[in-house]
Nanobody, 118 residues
Framework: QVQPVESGGGSVQAGGSLRLSCTAP????????MAWYRQAAGKQREWFSS???????LYAETVKGRFTISKDTTKDTVYLQMNSLKPEDTAMYFC????????????WGQGTQVTVSS
């Protein structure tokens, strides 16, 4: 399995920035795609961004223009640059691999907490 591990969460004031990382050894060689989800307290986990093996990215409307997903194939790492953070961005952030190959399917990281104060 291509197992992702998130890092980079923390606390920041509204309007601030954070960069999350998700490292998954084997991500590139297995041609896995990577998605970011978040789950606020008492709410369902929601998808908000993904990047496929070819580098094509997608965003939910809630984060478009503020968050940028990118990846470094030499490090098997996907980054999430989060700017103009809002209190409503407060959540546990997870990355997940997905793709055609069994190695890639639905491998979740343990999550990293992002807290945005007003």
């Amino acid at each position: 399995q291509v197992q992702p591990v998130e890092s980079g969460g923390g606390s920041v004031q509204a309007g601030g920035s954070l960069r999350l990382s998700c490292t998954a050894p084997g991500l590139t060689s297995a041609r896995c795609n990577m998605a970011w989800y978040r789950q606020a307290a008492g709410k369902q986990r929601e998808w908000f961004s993904s990047v496929n093996a070819a580098g094509y990215s997608l965003y939910a409307e809630t984060v478009k223009g503020r968050f940028t997903i990118s990846k470094d194939t030499t490090k098997d790492t996907v980054y999430l640059q989060m700017n103009s953070l809002k209190p409503e961005d407060t959540a546990m952030y997870f990355c997940k691999t997905y793709g055609t190959f069994e190695l890639c399917r639905d491998n979740w990281g343990q999550g990293t907490q992002v807290t945005v104060s007003s």
